[in-house]
């Protein structure tokens, strides 16, 4: 990146959660067309990344390939090039998963980028976080990554990445996936995000139910820059007012103006 990414203008206009995506008119979640109408209509983007089974990041967001496509398997069993042929089911235009360089190219600056570093099943982070890295590297338009795991905020940075890195957080309840997996302390470091000394991030991605964590609202207050996911409907949005410096949406169009 020539210029280091200042966080007002990732958080200047609202951000379109996966591209601006409507599946009952064929749009599907992270692809091309869904990030030719968030550009079209001057919102950020936020999107994932995974690796594929020869190492460049693809811009999917889950592991598995049978939610999205007609194909089962997971993302790392197949090559690139293999993915860019898998039609996204019920895609109008036929889309495919692209990788990580072609978003770079179709966004190419006009709107900011929020992408977020998936943890990799297979223990492949650090090589996502490089490539990831090694992508970016020229872009200039405003773009951060964020992961809701420190290891890879950790590993970006070392890869040379020199922009602004964000820590997703929810709130670990007993409903939760990963619930039984850690322990009480573990989930008090997680919600009191006692990484940072270690992951140093920037900027915080927060669950809009989650916002009023203590460490949440006491580094928001000290000028940690906070956006919040995923808001679908105005009263939440409302709700979130004053706790979120930008929103993160989907299913919905925030009133907020637009460029």
Do not use: C
Not at 65 to 88: D, E, F, H, M, Y
């Amino acid at each position: 990146m020539t210029d280091m990414t200042d966080m007002k203008e990732i958080l200047k206009y609202p951000i379109a959660h996966r591209g601006l995506h409507d599946r009952k008119k064929g749009v599907i979640e992270n692809s091309s067309t869904a990030f030719a109408r968030a550009i079209k209509a001057g919102y950020g983007i936020e999107t994932d990344l995974q690796l594929s089974g020869d190492g460049v990041p693809m811009v999917f967001h889950d592991s598995d390939l049978a939610r999205l496509t007609r194909q089962k398997g997971k993302v790392n069993s197949l090559s690139a090039g293999q993915l860019s042929r898998i039609r996204l089911t019920a895609s109008r235009k036929k889309d495919t998963p692209q990788t990580f360089a072609e978003l770079l190219q179709q966004v190419d600056g006009q709107v900011p980028l929020v992408v977020e570093l998936k943890q990799q099943e297979d223990g492949r982070n650090a090589q996502l976080a490089r490539a990831a890295a090694e992508a970016a590297r020229d872009y200039e338009g405003p773009l951060v990554f964020k992961s809701f795991y420190p290891d890879l905020l950790r590993e970006v940075k070392n890869a040379g990445f020199a922009g602004p890195v964000g820590i997703v957080l929810t709130r670990i309840t007993p409903s939760s996936d990963h619930y039984n997996e850690l322990s009480a302390l573990q989930r008090f470091a997680v919600h009191n995000l006692l990484h940072y000394p270690g992951s140093r991030f920037d900027f915080i991605s927060s669950d809009h139910m989650a916002l009023d964590l203590p460490a949440v609202r006491l580094l928001h207050h000290f000028g940690m820059p906070v956006m919040t996911w995923t808001v679908n409907d105005f009263a939440t949005e409302q709700k979130t007012r004053g706790h979120a410096d930008q929103i993160v949406f989907e299913q919905y169009l925030p009133y907020r103006a637009t460029r």
